[in-house]
């Protein structure tokens, strides 16, 4: 089992910069596929990112690409998502997410999620 807990939202003016942390305990997260998800109010969850356990590949939804950023410290156990060039429609709940690595299944550890709120 592994337990996830996100942190870092906030309020943010657009354009502003947030670093969202995933701090995982349980298992260690070398050995797993590590993503980020988000769910505005009225939509579905929607894939932002994510970082592959096999050489920390790294793959972006069209949307975030180039101003959000995933990054891991396996000493610290932890997952990161830096976002810079904030936009309203970047608000949303943001969910860390666990699987094993090289499985190709879907995420099946979930954290309870942070509010990312961008004000125009």
């Known amino acids: 089992q592994v337990q996830l807990v996100e942190s870092g939202g906030g309020l943010v003016q657009a354009g502003g910069s947030l670093r969202l942390s995933c701090a995982a305990s349980?298992?260690?997260?070398?050995?797993?596929?590590m993503g980020w998800f988000r769910q505005a109010p009225g939509k579905e969850r929607e894939f932002v990112g994510q970082m592959i356990a096999s050489f920390g590949r790294t793959h972006y939804a069209d949307s975030v690409r180039g101003r959000f950023t995933i990054s891991r410290d396996n000493a610290k156990n932890t997952m990161y998502l830096q976002m810079n060039s904030l936009k309203p429609d970047d608000t949303a709940v943001y969910y860390c997410?666990?699987?094993?690595?090289?499985?190709?299944?879907?995420?099946?550890?979930w954290g309870q999620g942070t509010q990312v709120t961008v004000s125009s």
């Open positions: 349980g298992r260690t997260i070398s050995g797993y596929d």
């Open positions: 997410a666990a699987r094993p690595g090289g499985s190709a299944a879907s995420y099946n550890y």
